[in-house]
C-alpha cells in the first residue's frame, strides 16, 4: 500500500505548496483513491501535478466531514474529473459537480480493501484500508475522538496504523500498539507524539509518501 500526502499544513518535498488542510491519495491492489481534498482546489491540482498525479485518473473520492478545509478542492477536482465516485457522510452537502454519489452513514465495506467507520457521532467518517500487516486508519480531524474511530475501524481487523489530522488529541497512550502513526493537518501535539513514540511516529506534510505493508 502507499500512501502520499497531497495537501498538508506542512510542506515534506520542495515544489509543493503548503496551507490548512488536508488530502492524501491513496493506492492499494491497483486501485487509486483520494481522501479529503484540502481547502482550496488550484493548490490541490498544483500539488498533485507537481508529484506527477494526473486528478483525471482517481476514479474514487472519500470525503471526511463536511468543513472547508477537507472538501474545498472538491468541485475542482470534480470538474476534472466528473465520473468519480464520491462518498460522503450523510451530513455533507451535494457537491454540485458529481455524478456519482454514495452517501454514508453507518460502517461498511466500500469494497475490496476500503471501508468506512460510518459517520461518527453524525460528525465525521474515517477511511479504513486493509493492508498486509493490519489495518491503515485515515482521519481527516478526528472529531469523534480518536478512541472512537480506532475502536470503530477495530469491527474490521487489528489496526496497525494511523495517519491523518488528530485535532484536540491528548490520550498519546491509545498509540502504543500502533506501528505506525503520522499525525498531519490540525494534530496540536505533534512534537509530543514524535518524542514519545520515535520507532512509529513520522512527520507528515505534502510530499511525503509512505509505504505501508
Known amino acids: 500500500m502507499k500512501l502520499t500526502i497531497v495537501y498538508d499544513n506542512e510542506v515534506n518535498?520542495?515544489?509543493?505548496?503548503?496551507?490548512?488542510?488536508?488530502?492524501?491519495?491513496?493506492?492499494?491492489d491497483g486501485r487509486r483513491l483520494l481522501f479529503d481534498t484540502g481547502a482550496k482546489?488550484?493548490?490541490?491540482?498544483h500539488n498533485l501535478e507537481k508529484l506527477n498525479l494526473d486528478p483525471g485518473q482517481i476514479p474514487e473520492i472519500f470525503?471526511?466531514?463536511?468543513?472547508?478545509?477537507?472538501?474545498?478542492?472538491?468541485?475542482?477536482?470534480?470538474?476534472?474529473n466528473p465520473d468519480a465516485v464520491v462518498y460522503l457522510p450523510e451530513s455533507?452537502?451535494?457537491?454540485?459537480?458529481?455524478?456519482?454519489?454514495n452517501r454514508?452513514?453507518?460502517?461498511?465495506?466500500?469494497?475490496?480493501?476500503?471501508?468506512?467507520t460510518g459517520e461518527l457521532n453524525?460528525?465525521?467518517?474515517?477511511?479504513?484500508?486493509?493492508?498486509?500487516?493490519g489495518?491503515?486508519?485515515?482521519?481527516?480531524?478526528?472529531?469523534?475522538?480518536?478512541?472512537?474511530?480506532?475502536?470503530?475501524?477495530?469491527?474490521?481487523?487489528?489496526?496497525?496504523?494511523l495517519v491523518g489530522g488528530l485535532h484536540g488529541f491528548r490520550e498519546l497512550e491509545q498509540l502504543a500498539d500502533l506501528a505506525l502513526v503520522c499525525p498531519c493537518h490540525c494534530t496540536k501535539h505533534k512534537g509530543e507524539i514524535l518524542e514519545r513514540f520515535p520507532e512509529s511516529a513520522v512527520r507528515g506534510g505534502a510530499g511525503k509518501v509512505l509505504a505501508i505493508d
Open 13 to 28: 518535498q520542495a515544489g509543493l505548496e503548503a496551507d490548512w488542510g488536508f488530502s492524501c491519495l491513496v493506492e492499494v
Open 41 to 45: 482546489g488550484p493548490l490541490l491540482v
Open 63 to 80: 470525503i471526511s466531514h463536511d468543513h472547508w478545509d477537507h472538501l474545498g478542492g472538491l468541485e475542482e477536482i470534480l470538474r476534472l
Open 92 to 101: 455533507c452537502s451535494q457537491p454540485s459537480q458529481a455524478r456519482q454519489v
Open 104 to 116: 454514508v452513514q453507518e460502517p461498511c465495506s466500500l469494497s475490496g480493501n476500503f471501508f468506512t
Open 122 to 133: 453524525g460528525v465525521e467518517q474515517s477511511l479504513v484500508v486493509r493492508a498486509e500487516g
Open 135 to 161: 489495518l491503515v486508519v485515515i482521519c481527516g480531524c478526528s472529531h469523534p475522538g480518536v478512541g472512537n474511530i480506532l475502536e470503530a475501524a477495530s469491527r474490521f481487523g487489528r489496526v496497525s496504523a
